[in-house]
T-cell receptor, first 111, second 113 residues
Framework: RKEVEQDPGPFNVPEGATVAFNCTYS??????FFWYRQDCRKEPKLLMS???SGNEDGRFTAQLNRASQYISLLIRDSKLSDSATYLC????????????FGSGTRLQVQP | DGGITQSPKYLFRKEGQNVTLSCEQN?????MYWYRQDPGQGLRLIYY???????QKGDIAEGYSVSREKKESFPLTVTSAQKNPTAFYLC????????????FGSGTRLTVV
């Protein structure tokens, strides 16, 4: 099983749609969770951290389910500019102080 | 403005050559990281450093070397022992530890010719 697993997509959605991505992680001891956005041939950029109680930033909502070991990202009212690859990121274990990245889910928002 | 600068943006290496990728940050971050990304794949950790003069191997350290002589700088050398070095190399930094998200540089694309 991969340490961080994501559906690669692509998810093709029309403008204005709501879309959700899930990500599963293998290490139950993981403590930190993030969503990053990566545009084609660019560096990843931090979209949002994921907190235990869930958190929202504008049109973006992140949720954490520790029992089932997955995190989710919900995007409401999709814009063309949301088209990108979304990377799920967790800390692998508390012994190694570096983050582990999923392979990403590609989103294509269509006019 | 604070940030991370990677250079060069594009690099071509001949077979058997060592090349060094530069990474400089002025964010006053303690920790710095090197990742490699292959097409259609996620980022894989090469090396990381939590403090000056100390660094640890990541998942794919073979064929790479690093140094951390200054807080601001974390250069990566791709040696001739790295058999498949063509990739997108990303340097990142944060305040230290896995509880903080990273700030990334804009990356270096290395191609073996």
């Amino acid at each position: 099983r991969k340490e961080v697993e994501q559906d690669p997509g692509p998810f093709n959605v029309p403008e204005g749609a709501t879309v959700a991505f899930n990500c599963t992680y293998s290490n139950s001891a993981s403590q930190s969770f993030f969503w990053y956005r990566q545009d084609c041939r660019k560096e990843p950029k931090l979209l949002m951290s994921v907190y235990s109680s869930g958190n929202e930033d504008g049109r973006f909502t992140a949720q954490l389910n520790r029992a089932s070991q997955y995190i989710s990202l919900l995007i409401r009212d999709s814009k063309l500019s949301d088209s990108a690859t979304y990377l799920c990121v967790v800390n692998k274990d508390t012994g190694r102080r570096a983050l582990t990245f999923g392979s990403g889910t590609r989103l294509q928002v269509q006019p | 403005d604070g940030g991370i600068t990677q250079s060069p943006k594009y690099l071509f290496r001949k077979e058997g050559q060592n090349v060094t990728l530069s990474c400089e940050q002025n964010l006053n971050h303690d920790a710095m990281y090197w990742y490699r990304q292959d097409p259609g794949q996620g980022l894989r950790l090469i090396y990381y450093s939590q403090i000056v003069n100390d660094f640890q191997k990541g998942d794919i350290a073979e064929g790479y070397s690093v140094s951390r002589e200054k807080k601001e700088s974390f250069p990566l050398t791709v040696t001739s022992a790295q058999k498949n070095p063509t990739a997108f190399y990303l340097c990142a930094s944060n305040l230290g530890g896995q509880n903080y998200g990273y700030t990334f540089g804009s990356g270096t694309r290395l191609t073996v010719v």
